[in-house]
């Protein structure tokens, strides 16, 4: 990245709780942001709203993480406005919790598709198409360590996704793309409601 180059994130389930903030914060920092949405378009367009009425650029990007085709059209869209992409936050996901033996497959399904599926393809996509010098950081949770009954399918995806990570940081290490997980705790956000 040359220095009069705008850096672009893209910033996964960004329409509201986490992901707007983070949206928000690094469009504070100068950061150009794509805000990504599956289903909350209204909250997603207000966010670009904020974010220029601020004197920051973002542009709403609606994409389904799960579709096999998503986090690419999301990549395309950023550099099409952007220039390139320097920054993949996937924060993207679900929460279904139930005991495991009334987990029914559609649930165990859905959950593996955003939760596992999405942050996948988004690392594989940014592997590809990140900047040298780029950041990946990719939302785990604190459940995966402590072993919550009810939280079984969504722990074990969390999991995978720390798993990746490891891998992915070391792949990416000589291009000086970093990759990093972070882990919350039990944040007030819709996840919750």
């Not at 559609?106 to 940014?126: C, K, W």
């Amino acid at each position: 990245m040359t220095s009069n180059q705008t850096r672009t994130a893209i910033v996964t389930g960004a329409s509201k709780g986490i992901g707007a903030a983070i949206a928000q914060r690094l469009a504070r920092d100068g950061v150009a942001v794509v805000v990504n949405y599956a289903r909350g378009r209204a909250e997603a367009e207000e966010l670009v709203r904020s974010i220029e009425a601020g004197g920051g650029k973002a542009i709403a990007v609606q994409a389904d993480i799960a579709d096999p085709n998503g986090l690419a059209a999301l990549f395309d869209a950023g550099e099409k406005a952007f220039g390139g992409i320097d920054i993949l936050v996937n924060n993207a996901g679900i929460m279904k919790t139930s005991p495991i033996a009334q987990t029914d497959d559609a649930s165990f399904d859905t959950q593996i598709a955003i939760n596992l599926g999405g942050v996948f393809r988004g690392m594989r996509e940014g592997a590809r198409r990140i900047r040298d010098g780029g950041r990946i950081v990719n939302f785990s949770s604190s459940v995966v360590g402590l072993y919550q009954p009810g939280y079984g399918v969504y722990a074990a995806t969390k999991a995978g996704v720390e798993a990746m990570t490891h891998i992915l940081a070391k792949e990416l290490g000589a291009r000086r793309v970093t990759v990093n997980a972070v882990a919350p705790g039990p944040i007030e956000t819709a996840l919750f409601t």
